[in-house]
């Protein structure tokens, strides 16, 4: 890596900051990743390349933004911090394919940001064979939302590659009947193959966050998409199912499609499935689950699903996003 991806030392931050009188803000996540090495093991585990368009999430001072721009068609980086972004502007001025956005990647907690998906449109349509990657290092309030809401866009990444906390990226390859098994894993799980690259500890950021990260990769998978005919209906099927993880799976696929399927047709399914009375959601098999979501989506009258009375009253979920937990 060459230019500024350099610079991004904790020495070099801190002068940079001290010279503008400014601090790292926590409350937009600001950990900036300061070992070269992981900053590069970052980008090469993204395997850009001259057909890459590639989404960066949190710009800071420019230093993987310009790390990716060496290798990429373009990249198309978002920064929600008016100073860092006017920083990483001027320190990358030379770069002709880098595309800064001063915006929140959020329109609000569930709904990604339409100008910055518009600005990723945009840039892939200048070429046939165009591609789409995230790559970032992640605030970690965003992780989620962005993540799992990324994949139900029209035009999903082809893979996603990230800093995200340690405790995130264990939920998003977790096994059944452990306890980090759940909606957001079963999601990506679904249409995906994540792995984790690297556990990082908090040494490796400044300022040194509380918690391990991880660099974890999340690869489409066009085949398992093609066995989920509906994937908003899936995701919020998933999200049902976890809401209530410890309950019998009977109790809470009755309470979901209460007067729309009777008992017998959930028993039904059930049997179809050989799942007993004590099955629970948090012991399914991916692919069972998918079994399931779509036995009940053909049942349906209009292919709709009640939310769980819980989930109705406006309670929050743990985990945030439009896949928490509970």
Avoid at 255 to 275: F, H, N, P, T, Y
Wanted: with cysteine; hydrophobic share 40%; charged share 25%.
């Amino acid at each position: 890596m060459t230019g500024s991806s350099n610079n991004q030392t904790r020495t070099y931050l801190m002068r940079r900051f001290e010279t503008l009188g400014i601090h790292p803000r926590s409350r937009l996540g600001q950990n900036f990743l300061i070992d070269l090495n992981l900053l590069r093991l970052l980008r090469d585990s993204a395997e850009l390349d001259q057909n890459d368009v590639v989404l960066e999430v949190g710009t800071g001072t420019g230093s993987l933004t310009g790390a990716m721009a060496e290798l990429a068609a373009e990249v198309v980086t978002v920064e929600v911090d008016p100073i860092m972004h006017e920083m990483a502007k001027q320190e990358l001025c030379d770069r002709e394919n880098i595309r800064f956005l001063f915006a929140d990647i959020l329109k609000n907690k569930n709904t990604l940001n339409p100008e910055v998906l518009g600005a990723v449109a945009e840039e892939l349509a200048k070429g046939e064979n165009r591609r789409f990657k995230l790559c970032a290092n992640l605030p970690y309030a965003v992780a989620t939302p962005l993540l799992s809401n990324l994949c139900l866009t029209k035009t999903p990444p082809v893979s996603m590659t990230v800093t995200i906390q340690k405790e995130l990226a264990d939920r998003i390859v977790a096994k059944p009947r452990s306890s980090a098994y759940g909606a957001l894993g079963v999601w990506m799980q679904a249409i995906g193959n994540p792995r984790i690259v690297r556990v990082m500890p908090p040494s490796v950021f400044w300022p040194r966050p509380k918690v391990d990260s991880a660099i974890i990769q999340i690869v489409d998978s066009p085949q398992k998409r093609s066995q989920i005919p509906d994937l908003k209906f899936f995701n919020q099927f998933v999200r049902t199912l976890f809401f209530h993880r410890r309950k019998f799976l009977r109790s809470v696929l009755a309470s979901a499609v209460k007067g729309r399927l009777s008992k017998e047709q959930v028993d039904e399914i059930m049997a179809s499935l050989s799942l007993g009375d004590t099955a629970r959601a948090d012991a399914l098999p991916v692919k069972k689950i998918v079994d399931l979501a779509e036995r009940v989506r053909r049942l349906l009258p209009d292919g709709a699903l009640y939310l769980l009375e819980a989930d109705k009253s406006g309670k929050k979920n743990r985990g945030g996003g439009d896949l928490g937990e509970e």
